[in-house]
């Protein structure tokens, strides 16, 4: 009777050893993604598609609750409140943006260099706005723009000089893309300034050789290894300027003759909502607002790739 090796005894078991770890990780995988999907779902997915659900209703007087269709969505795109609002916006968008942008990539460059001193310690300062909630941030600035007790407004006065009007009209444009960008402004050269490292040394080893300086290294090579870095930045800052809202809606109080209540798209969806009792238009302006983002943010990659290619 011929004797089964040894090696071929053991083969079965460690077969099946092996299926029970493809098995552990076939069910590892779902499990690790189940709460986010959990919360996702619950957090997310239910309550835009509640919000759907409500667009598509009106309360009226007479009949209660009723279903109109798209209506509301047909009112919202003929609403001169919410057309001023979303220009407002994009105004706003076409001025900060870059401002901002500009900014964090003149802060990125500079710590990347390795020329500023206490490195670290700058790193930090331009960042720690950033960590300021936005409502504390509002409120500060709202301070510092005072017309009566603002330090600005002081020092106008001690000088015998007219004090600054920065929450008229004219000014509050402006004044909140102030606060936006000295918000963000580290929050985007971090983001910048990770890219910045990321870049191989080998890169700069090769452009010193063939003669290049650093404003040559800057321009020729760290310009162009950030446009991934700078476009996820600008689609955030497309993002996050149509949901412009906590500043406008603090400094409302200091100004309410120049913030009304449409003053920007989110300003005015929450007054209609929260105000006005009319959730369901609400609804329908909020998703008209989503689909301005997103179109914009599309415009903005599409533009960037064809850049690209070209």
Request: avoid cysteine.
């Amino acid at each position: 009777m011929t004797a089964i090796p040894a090696a071929s005894r053991e083969h079965p078991h460690r077969a099946a050893a092996t299926r029970h770890r493809r098995d552990r990780k076939r069910v590892a995988g779902p499990l690790f993604v189940a709460p986010f999907m959990v919360l996702f779902l619950v957090l997310f997915l239910t309550p835009l598609g509640y919000a759907a659900y409500l667009s598509l209703f009106q309360n009226r007087l007479i009949g209660g609750t009723t279903f109109v269709g798209l209506e509301n969505y047909v009112t919202a795109v003929q609403d001169p409140l919410l057309i001023q609002g979303v220009l407002r916006v994009a105004v706003f968008f076409v001025i900060q943006v870059p401002v901002m942008l500009l900014l964090a990539l003149l802060f990125a460059l500079a710590l990347d260099s390795g020329l500023v001193r206490l490195a670290r310690v700058v790193r930090l300062g331009i960042f720690v706005p950033y960590a300021v909630p936005s409502v504390v941030a509002a409120l500060m600035w709202g301070y510092l723009y005072g017309p009566d007790y603002g330090p600005f407004a002081q020092l106008s006065r001690a000088l015998d000089l007219p004090a600054p009007s920065f929450l008229s009209g004219g000014w509050m444009l402006g004044s909140l893309a102030n606060i936006v960008t000295w918000e963000f402004v580290g929050y985007n050269m971090i983001l910048l300034y990770a890219a910045l490292r990321a870049i191989p040394q080998e890169l700069y080893e090769a452009a010193a050789m063939d003669g290049a300086g650093a404003w040559r290294i800057a321009w020729s090579v760290k310009l162009p290894a950030l446009r991934p870095a700078l476009l996820l930045a600008l689609v955030f800052s497309v993002i996050g300027s149509f949901q412009l809202f906590n500043e406008p809606n603090l400094l409302q109080r200091l100004a309410p003759d120049v913030i009304d209540n449409a003053y920007t798209a989110n300003l005015y969806a929450y007054s209609l909502a929260f105000t006005s009792q009319q959730i369901n238009y609400a609804a329908a302006v909020s998703f008209l607002l989503g689909l301005v983002i997103v179109i914009v943010s599309y415009a903005v990659l599409l533009t960037a790739n064809r850049r690209r290619t070209s």
